[in-house]
């Protein structure tokens, strides 16, 4: 029997900010899991905090909305458990590249074959605008009005750089052809997938503007 987007959509309306790229995310993961033929029970999403992990609410699947940086020990522990269960990470730059930084340097050096999913909008903005791992230099934000001394951290050439059998990417969330074709990729990886998706928030990006 043939999956459809629907079967791994919850009732949950979206709860997104309007014009929110993280629809577009949400969207390609629910039609790649369609076109993969993903049993829902045969899935485990693990959620960060943050606006990315309130897909938690929306998608249709075993899984768990963890604690801030700790959605990867969580798949981890999952995936070594039972290893025949498709195991996805979703969150954003705060969560994984900051809080859960030594997860993903952990789960890059083992090559675990799981995929994580990493809204990248360059700020915490679950928390209205602080800057986070990726924030670029000199950006006055909510958190830094004179400007970020830091280096803002590339964590794809960082994965790779760790280990360079794993899959790791980065995809502008517009290009949605090339972000549906990068998730297809990323799933069906028998590795460590990371996959980034830069966007632009729409309600406290504009703090990254000169």
Do not use: W
Request: aromatic share 8%.
């Amino acid at each position: 029997m043939p999956f459809t987007p629907a079967d791994y959509r919850t009732s949950v309306i979206p709860t997104f900010c309007p014009g929110c790229p993280n629809y577009l995310v949400l969207g390609g993961l629910i039609q790649t899991l369609s076109k993969l033929a993903i049993p829902t029970h045969q899935l485990v999403v693990s959620y960060d905090i943050g606006c990315a992990g309130n897909m938690a609410d929306f998608v249709k699947s075993y899984g768990s909305h963890t604690l801030h940086g700790r959605s990867l020990p969580f798949a981890m522990g999952v995936k070594i458990h039972q290893p025949d269960l498709t195991v996805v990470v979703v969150g954003g730059d705060g969560g994984l590249y900051g809080e859960g930084l030594n997860h993903l340097v952990a789960a890059a050096r083992m090559n675990i074959d799981l995929t994580v999913l990493v809204s990248n909008n360059y700020l915490y903005s679950l928390t209205t605008g602080q800057t986070s791992p990726t924030t670029p230099k000199g950006s006055k934000t909510k958190s830094t009005p004179l400007g970020t001394p830091n280096v803002p951290l590339d964590a794809v050439n960082l994965v790779k750089s760790i280990n360079p059998d794993v899959f790791a990417c980065r995809v502008d969330v517009k290009n949605v052809v090339e972000l549906n074709q990068k998730l297809v990729e990323a799933i069906k990886f028998k590795g460590f997938a990371l996959l980034e998706t830069t966007q632009f928030c729409v309600a406290f990006g504009k703090q990254l503007q000169p």
